[in-house]
């Protein structure tokens, strides 16, 4: 039995839709269809309900599946083994993240991965939110993670793992004539001045938000620090659309913070390049990473 067979079944289990998983397996749907055909025939049954568009398992598949994932666990540790024999110099992933919000979640789960992989060195490393996504094109690393929103994420890369985090909201001063409202259209801003800070995952955003709703945003204000957005803002010199979690932790003065319509979750992901197929150590830390990753 062909192992990496059974891996490909196990994902397309997980993700439901062949073409998709072909692209996250950085193969063909075509190729994907043919090795699950010549797995079925081995086995002598059917492992899908093809009958509808998305991959529905069998009764033999549901009986079958633990099964596979057993053996593709076995598959991943003699590979973690072989990995293991090599100098960590020759196997050093670059682990890439925008936010330093997920940090300690990031750190975690390295250190884990190191103690239990002590020849597998992983080397962190932080950009800004249109940087990070530029360096993992031209595989200066290994997978990001960021924090998105998952319309957001350009055909090039792949899906790694996502979790809900948080809702998108306008923070204004105190005083502003919508500060009492309970949701706030974002077409109600286009003649507010806003204050971001550029380069940052808010900045593109609020740039988004507000281009999809057809305007351009009145920018007006050159700040580096998100303390001195909320302190202009208190000020009445202006509004921010950002995170919900970030305007409740740097929240100072006379702001209110109001969800906007339409709405809009953030997700942190874990992402990798579409154009490059991971070495196989690559693949374990992707596997590890997935099955150990519980963002807060």
């Not at 290994?142 to 899906?159: C, M, Y």
């Not at 009145?218 to 302190?231: A, L």
């Not at 009445?236 to 109001?258: C, E, K, M, S, Y």
Request: aromatic share 10%.
């Amino acid at each position: 039995m062909e192992l990496n067979y059974l891996k490909e079944f196990i994902e397309l289990v997980r993700i439901g839709n062949f073409q998709r998983t072909a692209d996250h397996l950085f193969m063909s749907e075509s190729s994907l269809s043919k090795h699950i055909m010549r797995l079925e025939k081995e086995l002598g049954f059917l492992l899908f309900d093809r009958s509808g568009r998305k991959a529905v398992l069998s009764d033999f598949g549901h009986a079958f599946l633990p099964y596979a994932i057993e053996l593709n666990d076995c598959r991943q540790r003699y590979i973690v083994d072989l990995i293991n024999r090599v100098d960590p110099k020759e196997r050093e992933i670059t682990v890439g993240f925008a936010s330093a919000e997920f940090i300690d979640e990031i750190a975690t789960l390295v250190t884990m991965f190191q103690k239990e992989n002590p020849n597998c060195a992983i080397k962190i490393s932080q950009d800004s939110f249109d940087e990070i996504k530029e360096k993992l094109r031209q595989n200066m690393y290994g997978l990001i993670f960021l924090s998105t929103a998952l319309e957001a994420i350009e055909d090039d890369f792949i899906v790694l793992d996502s979790q809900i985090i948080d809702d998108v909201v306008v923070v204004m001063p105190g005083k502003h004539p919508l500060a009492h409202e309970k949701i706030v259209p974002i077409e109600k801003l286009k003649r507010e001045t806003f204050i971001q800070v550029k380069g940052t995952y808010a900045y593109s955003l609020a740039m988004q938000i507000c281009h999809n709703a057809g305007f351009e945003p009145i920018d007006q204000f050159s700040v580096k620090k998100t303390e001195i957005v909320m302190k202009l803002i208190a000020k009445g010199l202006g509004v921010t659309i950002t995170r919900h979690n970030i305007a409740n932790r740097f929240q100072t003065g006379d702001v209110a913070i109001v969800p906007i319509e339409p709405g809009l979750e953030l997700h942190t992901v874990i992402l990798y390049s579409k154009n490059h197929k991971p070495l196989p150590e690559e693949q374990w830390v992707m596997h590890y990473f997935q099955k150990k990753w519980s963002p807060k």
